[in-house]
């Protein structure tokens, strides 16, 4: 029989999220599209920088949607997300490998949900999927120290 929860170790990443806050959005719409105009080019951005006394991680996770001229709209989505070491504790991995990996897939729901709520507001909902965060991660640049 597995413990009780309350006698179970409290297990911690050492890692706390101190916010995730919108500090981006842009979104122009345009009153009279070309019907025609459908299709879209979505490209999702990730950008980061470590504290100098390694401590805390500011991470950005950004999508940029970009339609054709007199396409129905233009849209971009920042958020951002603070991540802190707690104190004492043992880690035995690196900002960047949590920046790549979980830190930015904590913040990528928030940005999906803003961006299929805005465009479904005009009546053309943009539904992104969940994506692989660690293989997006990896054809992105190394994060600024």
Same mark, same amino acid.
């Given at each position: 029989?597995p413990p009780?929860? &309350?006698d179970r170790?409290? *297990?911690?990443?050492?890692?706390?999220?101190v *916010? !995730?806050i919108?500090i +981006?959005v842009?979104?122009?719409?345009?009153p009279?599209? =070309?019907?025609? !105009?459908?299709?879209?080019?979505?490209?999702?951005?990730l950008?980061s920088?470590?504290?100098? =006394? &390694?401590?805390?991680?500011?991470?950005?996770v950004?999508? +940029?949607?970009?339609?054709?001229?007199?396409?129905?709209?233009q849209?971009?989505v920042v958020?951002a997300?603070e991540?802190?070491?707690?104190?004492?504790?043992e880690?035995?991995?690196d900002? =960047? +490998?949590f920046? *790549?990996?979980?830190g930015?897939?904590?913040?990528?729901?928030?940005?999906?949900e803003?961006?299929?709520?805005?465009?479904?507001?005009i009546?053309?909902?943009?539904?992104?999927?969940?994506?692989n !965060?660690?293989?997006?991660?990896?054809?992105?640049?190394?994060p +600024?120290?």
């Amino acid at each position: 029989m597995p413990p009780e929860p &309350q006698d179970r170790p409290e *297990r911690s990443s050492g890692v706390k999220l101190v *916010r !995730i806050i919108p500090i +981006k959005v842009a979104f122009d719409v345009n009153p009279s599209p =070309d019907p025609k !105009i459908t299709s879209a080019t979505v490209n999702v951005a990730l950008q980061s920088m470590i504290s100098t =006394d &390694q401590k805390s991680l500011f991470l950005t996770v950004g999508v +940029k949607v970009a339609h054709a001229e007199n396409g129905p709209y233009q849209l971009e989505v920042v958020f951002a997300g603070e991540y802190q070491k707690e104190e004492g504790a043992e880690i035995n991995w690196d900002w =960047d +490998k949590f920046s *790549r990996a979980n830190g930015a897939a904590i913040i990528f729901p928030y940005v999906r949900e803003m961006v299929t709520n805005l465009t479904a507001r005009i009546g053309a909902p943009l539904f992104l999927p969940p994506i692989n !965060i660690a293989a997006l991660a990896a054809s992105e640049p190394t994060p +600024k120290k």
